[in-house]
Nanobody
Framework: QVQLVESGGGLVQAGGSLRLSCVAS????????MAWYRQAPGKQRELIAG???????NYADSVKGRFTISRDNAKNTVYLQMNSLKFEDTAVYYC???????????????WGQGTQVTVSS
């Protein structure tokens, strides 16, 4: 089994920065894509940034130029650097990975428990 633990959320003023981390642990053979999603109150969960095993990144238009996703494969960790935060970035942020827990197993999708980011205006 694979577990994801996120950290780094909190309360920040508009214009400020936060860095989220998500560490994957357990039986991990390989991790393919890693991503960050967020869900604001009353809204659907949305993909905001993704990174492939090769390091190719993609971003939602709403965060492009302000957020940066990165990964450390040696530490099974994905990061989200969030700069120039806005009130509308307030949400619960979730990390998501596709991973194999056994060499012969299929790729499984895993979610973290979420970390709250609150931006005060």
């Amino acid at each position: 089994q694979v577990q994801l633990v996120e950290s780094g959320g909190g309360l920040v003023q508009a214009g400020g920065s936060l860095r989220l981390s998500c560490v994957a642990s357990g039986n991990i053979v390989s991790i393919n894509n890693m991503a960050w999603y967020r869900q604001a109150p009353g809204k659907q969960r949305e993909l905001i940034a993704g990174i492939t095993s090769g390091g190719t990144t993609n971003y939602a238009d709403s965060v492009k130029g302000r957020f940066t996703i990165s990964r450390d494969n040696a530490k099974n960790t994905v990061y989200l650097q969030m700069n120039s935060l806005k009130f509308e970035d307030t949400a619960v942020y979730y990390c998501n990975i596709n991973a194999k827990s056994r060499p012969w197993s299929t790729i499984v999708n895993y979610w973290g428990q979420g970390t709250q980011v609150t931006v005060s205006s």
